[in-house]
């Protein structure tokens, strides 16, 4: 790894200061997990001036329900989302899906601001610099996106406009299906905008000085039927080839309400509006399933290698409403 | 704020670092595992993939399984670390029983994954003194092994489980 | 058997397990050294090339920079087979390949300097398929090849080798044949053996011509005689080998990391340590060789293999330094698993632009293997025949031969595995669980069960040649000379048990030398599974050896005419005819040792064998392949090791084994010819998580080796798996699946599960 000037700051504040000092030049660090990536593969033109640990602000790992809402810091580490007996009792799909992140050295030390945040893993994009150098791409700047004529069998099904890199996030698949809230803090203030619009085709909703600093997620008051579901060749260490995270109110056996979202099908999650409006206000069945299933992947368009992610993501919506197990 | 001096406890021993270049010092870009390696000698942790993914790095970081090469060493300060070098009495020189146990049933082939997936089981035993069989085998979910000594490594945690404290 | 014994076949600590399990191993990059420098390699973007100019000025002003080498200034070594290969060349023919070589006083100072090198290439059509390669008008790699084929002929072999497997009359081969079979089957993945320990050397060359390198490597004098033939006979090289945290045959291959080290040492006269990064392990070290067969087969009802026939397609990448043997020993290997009277099967071995293929466990026969048994299955199909029958009935019978790599003609005198399989199969349960081809074993819900059976034997188990002195010392303690490097096998574990047997001392009192040239005489190395047979064999022969010259020195001592009146254990020396009568070795080698040589010569008479069953499941919906279950079934003759020998066949499932089948592949872009999964996280490998249920039956029925009647296993447990995979997938979803890795999408595709439409992108 190339060296960096290393700053601990000691507020979210300080933070968006120090941001705002090295004017793009510099990096947050949190876990460390992906940035220690992206610094050693040396992929990127732009190798940080300067590391900005956030790990030494106190008081931003928490989990706590307040009013309104679940409120959870920024720093909060995966390790503890997933122990934690909160989001266990009412939110398991946010649980759940931490668990499936990584494996549980890096869950010791991945946060999920970090795990919001954290950059693509196009392989084109990702090419390091050891083995021949990086590539251009799109989302670099300049170039076509490799993956339309590569081996584009992780990339994206819909959504991607000219760079077909996915969402790596679990976190921000479930996030989104509790109608999550990513609570970003700049020099001017804060600002509140939803899991789904975080992302953008080719990065994320940061400015060069701003913070994640919580995710704020609306407190429901009727218990729902939460689930979390990711497709990997294997279940450790592999991000998704598809992952669906499920909120569904039933009451006297008909659905009320109902949140389908899909991740690593496009640049961000992709709440699947359709699906969810066809199965509000009937019963959940194999028949109403099925169909919701379908209708969450109208739309979709595969490039070369990757279609079977549109069956995969129909089976895991149609699991994930009925409630299969594995 | 910039860092002048780092405080690192390894094995029982403390270590206060400067931070800058040269011989002995730590680099803000050092990785745990540099440090370890090259700054205090302490080989017994294995590079393999340096890239978060095998495992081969593991130590304990206050008792918890964590990775040195995904760590900036600048950022563990105050930590308390414990390498694979750390684990046997160090009067005695009397192996800890999971120790014993890896040598007990062969857990190991070519013995390189071996300093960390006995850390990932060190920690798990730290937590869960009682691990069942699917527990150990989550918990060594991270570890790397191309010689597939998985199954000695879960017979030989389970062999020493409740023999560590 | 093993009763008789006091450690042969018994559990016995591996004498480095202590070092091992505290992190006192000293892998080769843990070792310290002083006034060490460190290397590192500056790799092409293109994967055909020209350079047209390299500047590295600005990187030799760098503070630190202490030697940079390009193909201007590089000593003129060159290796392969045919030796074309230059350590450094003006033309580079893959992703990856190495442009210049820098030696600094840290690493960090070799990026640096890497990043101020400047490269101007012409850039040159490249060719990633091995049957574009061999069209006219394709990209051609070197001026010495035509057509990108490379001679077959395995320069190691002596003066003959097998290129190809020609006998009998295929054509009436095919004419007495039940059912014939034909079409093209593959096995082109190039799964990547990913030896934990990244490859690596320390050099230090002290001028003018005495070189010493440390690598991590599993031959010693092999690998001596390999860098003495680049760097020149008159070059003295001494090569030091410690424990190596994995090879899998792969870093037999290691002699361009050594090269650049030893240059960058001549260059600075300080020793330089190059040790790969993950990435150039994966994308510029050795993979699996690409195989892919057009052919053709006959089968009686009975199962009688009448003929084979077709073009056998290996692809080596960039460059070949073993894959003619790769083939000898394939050609071989499938007349061991296929009682065939009649073959035409011609090889061809083809160069394209991508890293390199090479040696992997399983060494030509696993490749050949696993695109010919799915052609034999198309026939066993058409005849209804149950695969485990004929794979056991066509496996080499005493009374049948073989052609082996050097093209000589052997009679095996070896065992029928017969009773191994049939107990294989109970054990796994194989007549229950097979209902017949594409019928799925059981059915619950989504979730479809099918299983599989594959095969494998080599004759290399008695390969090449070793020899091994054993040293008792005036204190009763045992010393064993030889060459041999720990890469996981515990073999030199296995050492000490067999002299201490021999010489019926406690194990504690055997030690045996470091792999060192300077030391250590010829010895080949573990390689083909010839541990237990020749490495072995070599150390009981100088242990016996040992034994009779201490034998000599005491008879007189007890008034016995002749050696063969005593006999020896706990180091007291007796006469048979009147144990009373006993002198101890501490008075038998007063102020002396001594020396017992033993040699052993290759034997390809022999061959040893390995049936995999698998049980898998696959998702219909997800087309997820999950190994639910595997037992392997062998004969050792005679288990030295339990547990050693479980770890080797557990190992059935890493080093690109099984899981070639199941996820493991090298994903290359195919525009650019980049290695894009060149991590350990998009390479997928076997976690402790999902591990397959695992048996392995292991029979003893004495072996005509050494003393002892074992034969080795261990390499060859990663090969009857993957066609096992491919053929129990096959069966649970009913659809016939020809392609590695099974993978959601070709399981999906078969299924009728996708439309094949491509509509995102490329608008």
């Known amino acids: ?326 | 704020m910039r860092k002048h001096q780092i405080n690192l406890t390894v094995n029982s021993q403390v270590y206060q670092l400067e931070v800058g270049t040269g011989q002995g010092r730590v680099n803000p870009s050092d990785t745990l595992s540099f440090t370890l390696r090259e700054t205090l000698g302490l080989t017994g942790t294995k590079l393999s993939c340096d890239g978060g993914a095998c495992g081969g790095c593991t130590v304990l970081m206050d008792g918890e399984a964590v990775l040195s090469c995904m760590l900036l060493t600048i950022e563990c300060d105050g930590k308390i670390i414990t390498t694979i070098e750390g684990l046997k009495d160090a009067k005695t020189g009397e192996l800890d029983p999971l120790q014993q146990s890896f040598i007990d049933h062969t857990a190991f082939q070519c013995g390189y994954c071996t300093p960390g997936m006995i850390m990932s089981a060190k920690a798990l035993l730290n937590e869960n003194p009682a691990p069942t069989e699917a527990e150990v085998k989550k918990a060594l979910s991270g570890n790397f092994c191309r010689c597939i000594s998985h199954y000695q490594v879960v017979r030989a945690v389970m062999d020493a489980t409740g023999k560590g404290r | 058997m093993a009763d008789n014994y006091r450690y042969i076949g018994k559990v016995v600590p591996r004498s480095d397990g202590r070092d091992i399990v505290t992190g006192g191993t000293l892998f080769l990059n843990d070792l310290p050294f002083r006034n060490l420098l460190y290397g590192k390699v500056l790799r092409s973007p293109h994967p055909h090339a020209v350079i047209k100019s390299i500047d590295t000025k600005k990187a030799e002003q760098l503070k630190g920079v202490r030697a940079i080498i390009t193909y201007e200034n590089v000593p003129d070594w060159k290796f392969g087979n045919p030796p074309i290969v230059h350590l450094l060349d003006r033309k580079v023919r893959y992703v990856g390949a190495a442009v210049a070589i820098v030696a600094a006083e840290t690493e960090s100072i070799c990026q640096q300097a890497l990043r101020l090198i400047e490269v101007e290439y012409e850039v040159l059509p490249a060719v990633f398929d091995e049957y574009e390669a061999m069209q006219p008008g394709a990209p051609q790699l070197y001026d010495q090849l035509t057509g990108n084929l490379l001679p077959l002929m395995a320069v190691n072999l002596g003066p003959t080798s097998a290129t190809e497997i020609v006998t009998g009359d295929v054509e009436a081969g095919f004419a007495e044949a039940d059912a014939v079979a034909e079409g093209s089957f593959g096995y082109d993945n190039i799964p990547n053996p990913i030896p934990m320990e990244p490859p690596g050397a320390v050099v230090h060359w002290e001028e003018p011509n005495r070189v010493t390198v440390w690598v991590s490597h599993q031959k010693v004098w092999l690998n001596k005689r390999i860098l003495t033939i680049i760097f020149g006979e008159e070059v003295k090289v001494r090569v030091i080998v410690g424990p190596c945290g994995g090879s899998f045959g792969s870093k037999t291959m290691s002699w361009q990391v050594q090269c650049y080290a030893a240059a960058l040492s001549k260059a600075t006269g300080q020793p330089v340590k190059l040790c790969y990064s993950k990435e150039e392990q994966l994308a510029c070290f050795v993979l699996r060789p690409a195989t892919r067969i057009n052919g053709k087969v006959g089968m009686k009802k009975d199962g009688t293999v009448t003929a084979v026939a077709g073009s056998w397609i290996l692809g080596t990448g960039y460059y070949s330094m073993t894959m003619q043997t790769q083939l000898a020993v394939g050609c071989g290997e499938a007349m061991i698993a296929i009682r065939s009277k009649n073959w035409n099967l011609k090889p061809a071995i083809v160069c394209t632009n991508r890293n390199s293929s090479g040696i992997v466990r399983g060494f030509g026969g696993q490749e050949l293997k696993c695109a010919l048994i799915p052609l034999l299955s198309l026939a066993m199909e058409k005849l209804n025949l149950d695969p485990f029958e004929v794979l056991k009935k066509n496996f080499i019978k005493p009374g049948d031969g073989y052609y082996w790599r050097d093209a000589q003609w052997y009679n095996y005198r070896g065992i029928d595995y017969s009773p191994a399989m049939d107990q294989g199969a109970k054990v796994f349960g194989w007549k229950d669980k097979w209902k017949g081809w594409l019928k799925p074993t059981a059915v619950k819900g989504t979730k479809s069960i099918g299983v599989g059976v594959g095969i494998h034997g080599n004759a290399d188990v008695g390969e090449d040649v070793g020899e091994a002195y054993v040293r008792i010392d005036n204190d009763g303690r045992i010393v064993i000379i030889q060459g041999l490097a720990e890469h996981g096998t515990g073999q030199r574990n296995n050492t000490l048990k067999v002299a201490a047997e021999v010489l019926q001392v406690p194990i504690e009192n055997v030690s045996i030398t470091p792999g060192d040239s300077l030391i250590t005489p010829v010895e080949w190395g573990p390689a083909g599974s010839r541990g237990t047979y020749g490495i072995l064999g070599a150390v009981i022969a100088a242990a016996e050896d040992a034994k009779k010259k201490l034998f000599e020195l005491a008879a007189p001592m007890l008034g016995a005419n002749n050696p063969e009146e005593l006999d020896t254990a706990d180091s007291v020396i007796w006469l048979k005819s009147n144990p009373q009568k006993s002198v101890t070795w501490k008075e038998v080698l007063h102020l002396r040792s001594v020396l017992g040589h033993g040699r052993f010569d290759a034997d390809y008479t022999l061959a040893n064998c390995m049936m995999s069953f698998v049980e898998v499941q696959v998702d219909t919906e997800t087309g997820k392949l999950d190994v639910l279950r595997v037992v392997n079934t062998t004969d050792a003759g005679q288990i030295i090791d339990p547990q050693g020998l479980e770890g080797q066949l557990n190992g059935c499932l890493g080093s690109a084994g099984i899981d070639s089948a199941v996820f493991e592949e090298t994903i290359l872009d195919p525009s650019s010819g980049r290695i894009l999964n060149a991590n350990l996280i998009d390479y997928k490998w076997r976690t402790t998580a999902e591990l397959p249920e695992i048996e392995n039956v292991v029979m003893e029925t004495p072996m005509g080796t050494h003393r002892f009647k074992a034969i080795g296993v261990g390499e060859i447990s990663t090969s009857p798996g993957p066609s096992a995979v491919l053929m129990a997938a096959s069966n649970a979803i009913g659809q016939w699946l020809h392609e590695y890795p099974v993978t959601p999408e070709r399981v999906l595709k078969a299924l009728g599960k996708t439309t094949g439409e491509n509509r995102g992108g490329a608008r």
């Open chain 1, 1 to 326: 790894m190339r060296t960096f000037d290393h700053i601990d700051v000691y507020s979210i504040a300080e933070a968006c200061t120090t941001l705002r000092e090295y004017q793009g030049r510099a990096r947050l660090n949190a876990g460390g997990s992906d940035l220690l990536t992206v610094l050693k593969g040396d992929f990127l033109a732009d190798y940080p001036e300067a590391v900005i640990n956030l790990k030494t602000i106190s008081g931003m790992d928490y989990i706590r329900e307040d009013g309104e809402y679940l409120r959870i810091g920024t720093l909060t580490r995966l390790t503890d989302l997933v122990s934690s007996p909160l989001l266990k009792e009412k939110y398991p799909v946010l649980s759940e899906a931490a668990y499936t992140v990584a494996t549980p050295q890096i869950r010791n030390v991945a946060t999920l601001g970090g795990n919001l945040c954290q950059d693509t893993r196009c392989w084109y994009y990702r090419y390091p610099r050891s083995i021949g150098g990086p590539v251009q791409c799109l989302r670099k700047g300049s170039g076509p996106c490799l993956a339309i004529k590569g081996d584009n069998r992780y990339h994206a099904i819909m959504g991607g406009k000219k760079c077909f890199a996915v969402c790596p996030s679990d976190m921000a698949v479930a996030l989104a299906a509790l109608d999550g809230k990513v609570i970003i803090v700049g020099p001017e203030g804060e600002r509140r905008v939803e899991v789904t619009d975080f992302y953008h085709p080719t990065g994320n909703e940061l400015a060069k000085d701003e913070v994640v600093r919580e995710i704020e997620i609306p407190i429901k008051r009727t218990p729902t039927q939460q689930s979390f579901r990711k497709f990997t060749l294997r279940k450790p260490i592999d991000f998704a080839i598809v992952s669906s995270a499920t909120v569904i109110t039933v009451a006297q056996g008909i659905c009320t309400d109902a949140r389908i979202v899909l991740g690593a099908v496009a640049p961000a999650p992709v709440r699947a509006k359709a699906a969810e409006e066809l199965l509000i206000g009937k019963p959940i069945t194999e028949e109403t399933d099925t169909a919701a299933a379908e209708k969450a992947l109208v739309g979709a368009k595969p490039l070369s290698k990757n279609e079977y992610k549109i069956q995969i993501a129909k089976t895991l919506v149609k699991q994930a409403i009925l409630g299969v197990t594995d």
